[in-house]
């Protein structure tokens, strides 16, 4: 397991490309055969990937990180196919998950392994971890059963679907909430206006960008702001202090996940565009 830990928000102005990068961003999370964990200190979040294939993966505790038997023993995990058809057995129940299908494992749910369908078109698994401290039930949401809403507008190239499964309105959790958007065609810009907000951590990971295409991630306090390049299946840590918008070089999707103090998808503070630098 990897441990990140963040810059505050006077000393990441400071910090040269490569710096911003180690700091904010995740490569490589899904190694075929392998799962990918980094534990981030901003909220205590854990991000990770399985790509199973020829045999199930289990998920681990950290032992030294986590000083946990069983990796859910004090979190909730919410996780999101983004492959292939695959399963995710945990305490015994195997749940089948489809491309954006997004299940939620509570606090004290045990033996969680990850196992494909298709070699040739494998499950890929993402998940985001942060700590719990009730106890709210295993639920899978198919993509068709998240709540969708249509913002933006063609005009401003950022008309686009936001899916939240894992809400105050969804599937129960203690601090999680989790999501896809996905961006119409002609569209490139996400949350524009940005927004920050304090009482919670967010975490990106941007998907469906081919290997040419890239997304342009702007982070960083509202009057002084930073840009990270960010490919395919890539993800970006998002302290309570950052603004997080992007645009890309074609359309793409991908998934958010928050964890803090506040529950309410509204909770943010708005920037006005005129005070970006």
């Not at 964990?37 to 505790?61: K, Q, S």
């Not at 999501?179 to 206006?193: A, F």
């Not at 469906?208 to 993800?235: C, F, Y």
Request: charged fraction near 25%; proline fraction near 6%; glycine fraction near 10%.
């Amino acid at each position: 397991m990897e441990v990140r830990t963040t810059p505050d928000d006077v000393s990441y102005a400071r910090l040269s490309t490569q710096e911003l990068r180690k700091a904010f961003l995740l490569q490589d999370l899904f190694v075929p055969d392998r799962v990918s964990t980094v534990y981030c200190d901003a909220d205590r979040a854990i991000v990770g990937a399985a790509v199973p294939l020829a045999r199930p993966l289990p998920l681990e505790a950290g032992k030294k990180e986590m000083a946990s038997e069983f990796f859910n023993e004090r979190r909730e995990t919410g996780i999101v196919n983004i492959g292939g058809p695959g399963f995710v057995e945990a305490g015994g129940v195997k749940h089948p998950l489809g491309d954006g299908d997004m299940l939620y494992l509570g606090k004290g749910v045990k033996d969680i392994r990850f196992s494909g369908g298709d070699p040739a078109h494998p499950a890929q698994f993402y998940f985001v971890s942060f700590p719990a401290h009730t106890t709210y039930p295993t639920s899978l949401a198919r993509r068709a059963d998240a709540e969708a809403a249509a913002l933006g507008s063609a005009s401003g190239a950022n008309s686009r679907t936001i899916r939240r499964y894992i809400h105050a309105g969804g599937i129960r959790s203690c601090q999680l909430v989790m999501g896809i958007t996905e961006l119409d065609e002609g569209s490139v810009w996400n949350t524009m206006p940005p927004h920050t907000h304090s009482r919670r951590t967010e975490v990106y990971m941007y998907y469906g960008l081919p290997p040419e295409a890239v997304a342009l991630h702007l982070m960083g306090k509202p009057d002084e702001t930073r840009s990270l390049i960010v490919r395919n299946r890539e993800v970006v840590l998002s302290p309570g202090w950052s603004i997080h918008a992007a645009a890309g070089t074609q359309k793409y999707r991908f998934v958010w996940a928050m964890g803090g103090e506040n529950q309410e998808f509204s909770d943010m503070d708005s920037v006005n565009i005129r005070e970006l630098r």
